[in-house]
């Protein structure tokens, strides 16, 4: 399963890709409101970064979003979007518009990433237009109390059924859990908050463990 980094911030995604083990970033206008820093100069930048020698085994994607809500204006905003970075992927809302974009785009051949998935059918519908990536929500779905990973699990069988193409990316995440939860159902993609990524590292029992090792450690290079 690829983990992408789901963030505005370029400091965070510098600390997270420090690690050598992240395969693409996701933002959202969100995201990017939060940074308050001028978008294009944002993902272009976050494209470069994974443009490097030491990324060269990576396809490193870079979700940027569309504002428009009329497919015609989604469509040259795409356009625009797309040529920021060669790593760039456009997001496009998941309502009926932004799936006649994603068919005209992906005509165009330009990556698409739909978001805003909150049930299997619009999944469906996002992969029939030729979406490279849907993005299902988890948090948001079990924040009105719905069964996020069941949501998951729905799409990964009917994409299995169909042999279908399109990459399921599972978006707004909370816990390390559920990133355990996601890979054990297949999903292709999880995008992740960094702080969620920094918890992924983390148990009490490696911290003891580490700190006895090394007291061992200590008491035996005394004796030698
Ligand atoms: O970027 C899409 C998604 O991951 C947003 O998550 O935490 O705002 O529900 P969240």
Request: aromatic share 6%.
């Amino acid at each position: 399963m690829k983990i992408f980094i789901d963030s505005g911030s370029i400091d965070e995604i510098k600390k997270a890709a420090a690690s050598g083990v992240i395969d693409g970033v996701t933002t959202n206008p969100s995201l990017i409101a939060k940074e308050g820093k001028d978008f294009k100069t944002v993902i272009k930048t976050i494209g470069e970064l994974f443009d490097t020698e030491h990324s060269a085994h990576c396809e490193c994607p870079v979700s940027a979003e569309v504002v428009s809500i009329a497919a015609k204006e989604m469509i040259v905003e795409a356009k625009k979007i797309a040529k920021i970075h060669k790593k760039v992927v456009v997001k496009i809302p998941l309502i009926p518009e932004g799936i006649k974009a994603v068919k005209e785009l992906s005509g165009l051949g330009i990556k698409t990433n739909v978001t805003l998935c909150f049930t299997a059918a619009q999944a469906l519908l996002a992969a029939k237009a030729g979406a490279t990536y849907v993005s299902p929500f988890i948090g948001r779905l079990n924040d009105i109390d719905q069964r996020g990973l069941d949501l998951i699990r729905e799409i990964k069988q009917i994409f299995t059924n169909y042999d279908i193409k399109t990459q399921i990316l599972a978006a707004s995440i909370r816990s390390p859990r559920q990133v355990v939860e996601i890979a054990l159902i297949g999903a292709d993609v999880v995008t992740i908050p960094y702080k969620v990524f920094e918890k992924l590292f983390n148990h009490p029992l490696t911290d003891k463990g580490l700190k006895q090792f090394l007291a061992d450690w200590d008491q035996y290079k005394k004796t030698q």
